[in-house]
């Protein structure tokens, strides 16, 4: 029984150290506490967990050059409360400044996806392949209600997986090529929201803010998107079939 509960214990800290890169340390002092003080887990680890996600956390990120994007803002906020929760919402000083910036003078709201954990470099941000340095970000199109009146409202839950043009011709291709996880985030919506319209004009504004900072390094998107958008510059570039589709979202990367 002792050998089951230590291979527990070791799933949990796995999983909660992929899912939040902090979680796992979180489980480790909740187990110390209930066992020193023979309180229940299932108290002790939310509590714990909600101060180091509210004061220790981003009091301690800067050392490692990571600031916590803002949650609750009128100009720059998560898509959902899960990317705050789980420490997925952490970039270096100069991203989000770029971000605060660009949502201010666009006079657009801008909805944050996965950007980055608060420590460490190289530090895998799954299931991506280059959220780990502090300088990368996805962020959501912009979309038309029923009316046809911009929204701020996303048509999927998790902001991933609503793609603008189910028939893309770009996945088509990567997953004939062998690379059948090019489409897969379409399984990881969470629930969507049929009645909202890619917004063209508003999602091309939003990109050439984010243009219009040297330090912005690339931005990847589709490439119909790009010739549908008639966006021209070389910064905007195609991801690769070893990625997931970019017609659901921008993925931003600085210098």
């Known amino acids: 029984m002792k050998f ?7 799933l949990i800290i796995t999983f909660l150290t992929a899912l939040t890169q902090v979680g796992g340390f979180v489980w480790i002092i909740t187990i110390i506490f209930s066992k020193t003080k023979n ?11 909600l101060v180091f ?13 990571r600031e916590k994007l803002p949650v609750f803002n009128n100009s720059l906020a998560p898509k ?6 789980a420490f997925r919402n952490y970039v270096n000083p100069e991203l989000k400044n770029i971000l605060l910036k660009s949502a201010k003078t666009s006079r657009i709201k801008i909805t944050y996806l996965d950007a980055n954990f608060p420590f460490f470099d190289e530090f895998p941000l799954l299931p ?10 996805d962020l959501s199109f912009m979309y038309l209600n ?7 409202k996303k048509p999927s839950f998790s902001g991933y997986g609503a793609f603008v043009n189910s028939n893309n011709p770009t996945s088509k291709n990567c997953i004939n090529k062998g690379y059948w996880k090019y489409d897969f985030t379409k399984h990881l919506t969470f629930g969507t929201d049929r009645k909202l319209s890619f917004d063209k004009s508003s999602t091309k504004k939003l990109i050439q803010h984010l ?3 040297s330090e912005t390094q690339k931005i990847f998107i589709e490439p119909y998107l790009k010739s549908n958008l008639n966006l021209q510059d070389s910064r ?20």
């Open 4 to 10: 089951l509960k230590l291979v527990e214990h070791i």
């Open 39 to 49: 309180w229940k887990k299932r108290y002790v680890f939310p509590i714990i967990y």
């Open 53 to 65: 996600n509210i004061l220790l956390v981003p009091s301690v990120a800067p050392i490692f050059g």
């Open 80 to 85: 959902n409360w899960f990317y705050a929760l």
């Open 128 to 137: 991506h392949l280059s959220h780990n340095d502090g300088r990368k970000i």
């Open 146 to 152: 029923k009316e046809g009146h911009p929204t701020n």
């Open 211 to 213: 243009l219009s900072h």
């Open 236 to 255: 905007i570039r195609f991801h690769g079939c070893q990625a997931v589709r970019h017609d659901d979202h921008i993925h931003l990367q600085i210098k």
